[in-house]
């Protein structure tokens, strides 16, 4: 089992940056990709970034150039930096882990989750 905390949200407005947090625990070995989603109200889950273990990242059209992954291996702790946020950004932010050859997102790890709120 894998442990997700998740922290950093909060009310920001737009033109401004968040750092999220994702704290992991528990059997940390078998995982091989960490990303972050979130949901908007009415809306449904999307992939924001990810990042594998060798590094590799992905993220949506809607976020490059603004946000970005990171990882902390040592620390087990994943980050996203959000700049330049716009009131479309806001949404319950939420962390997950996948093991090696998992694409099956309900079989995911996930944290509980951290608001994001941009006013404009």
């Known amino acids: 089992q894998v442990q997700l905390v998740e922290s950093g949200g909060g009310l920001v407005q737009a033109g401004g940056s968040l750092r999220l947090s994702c704290a992991a625990s528990g059997s940390i070995g078998s995982i091989d990709r960490m990303g972050w989603y979130r949901q908007a109200p009415g809306k449904e889950r999307e992939l924001v970034a990810a990042?594998?273990?060798?590094?590799?990242?992905v993220y949506a059209d809607s976020v490059k150039g603004r946000f970005t992954i990171s990882g902390d291996n040592i620390k087990n702790m994943l980050y996203l930096h959000l700049n330049n946020l716009k009131p479309e950004d806001t949404a319950m932010y939420y962390c997950?882990?996948?093991?090696?050859?998992?694409?099956?997102?309900?079989?995911?790890?996930w944290g509980q989750g951290t608001q994001v709120t941009v006013s404009s």
């Open positions: 990042i594998s273990r060798a590094g590799s990242t």
């Open positions: 997950a882990a996948a093991k090696s050859g998992d694409y099956n997102e309900d079989s995911y790890y």
